[in-house]
């Protein structure tokens, strides 16, 4: 599945890459937060020195970022995705993924908007149908 992105979302990606000179292969925003996935190896780029960009980034958009770094690799992404990981099981177009309990919250976020920002990158990134957190 490609991504395709809406006129927002080009903007604010365009600003993005602009603070941080990574490249960014798609975006997500909540109320409260924002989520990149840049591009394999990038992730120290966009933080910055002692967290410089990152702070700078957060300032412009009045908003908590969080960045991941994509991979080729669908185990290696979901593992960027959600470190919290302890068990990733990928059949065809099916992904379960399984956490401690005590790191549920921190995964699956409030009202589970978290992991359907998650879930919507492996489904344009890697074109995966399924993916749950267990």
Do not use: W
């Amino acid at each position: 599945m490609k991504v395709t992105l809406d006129t927002e979302a080009i903007k604010t990606i365009s600003l993005f890459q602009s603070i941080t000179g990574a490249n960014v292969k798609d975006c997500s925003e909540t109320e409260d937060e924002m989520y990149f996935v840049v591009s394999e190896g990038e992730y120290g780029l966009v933080v910055g020195k002692d967290g410089s960009k990152i702070k700078y980034a957060e300032n412009v958009f009045k908003k908590s970022i969080k960045i991941f770094e994509y991979s080729p690799d669908l185990g290696q992404f979901v593992k960027n995705l959600i470190p919290e990981a302890q068990d990733i099981s990928i059949k065809e177009q099916s992904i379960r993924v399984r956490i401690k309990p005590s790191d549920r919250a921190k995964v699956i976020g409030k009202g589970g908007s978290r992991v359907k920002v998650l879930a919507a990158f492996v489904a344009r990134l890697h074109d995966v149908e399924d993916f749950k957190v267990l």
